[in-house]
């Protein structure tokens, strides 16, 4: 059983960075593909960046396409997301999720961490 714990949520102004970290303990990264995921207020969950086993591939929602970087440390048993140039649009709960699939449904993501916090202020 995998357990994911995200951390580096907060409050930033609009054209901020922070950069979100989910570690795992319980099993090992290299095992699944990885996911970022995140849910504004009052709105669904919906898909944000994903990267494949070693790395070597990533996928982007439009709307952080350019912003946002996913990237793995299969060493460190960590997941991270760097987000810059933050926009108020971006304010939700920033989950990530081990799966068997890099893909942009929520469905093959087996293991859910708790999620964190962003917010941007305009």
């Known amino acids: 059983q995998v357990q994911l714990v995200e951390s580096g949520g907060g409050l930033v102004q609009a054209g901020g960075s922070l950069r979100l970290s989910c570690a795992a303990s319980g099993g090992t990264l290299i095992s699944y593909h990885m996911g970022w995921f995140r849910q504004p207020p009052g709105k669904e969950r919906e898909f944000v960046a994903a990267i494949n086993l070693n790395g070597g591939s990533t996928l982007y929602a439009n709307s952080v396409k350019g912003r946002f970087t996913i990237s793995r440390d299969n060493a460190k048993n960590t997941v991270y997301l760097q987000m810059n140039s933050l926009e108020p649009e971006d304010t939700a709960v920033y989950y990530c999720?081990?799966?068997?699939?890099?893909?942009?449904?929520?469905?093959?993501?087996?293991?859910w961490g708790q999620g964190t916090q962003i917010t941007v202020s305009s």
């Open positions: 999720a081990a799966g068997g699939l890099m893909t942009t449904s929520t469905i093959p993501f087996r293991y």
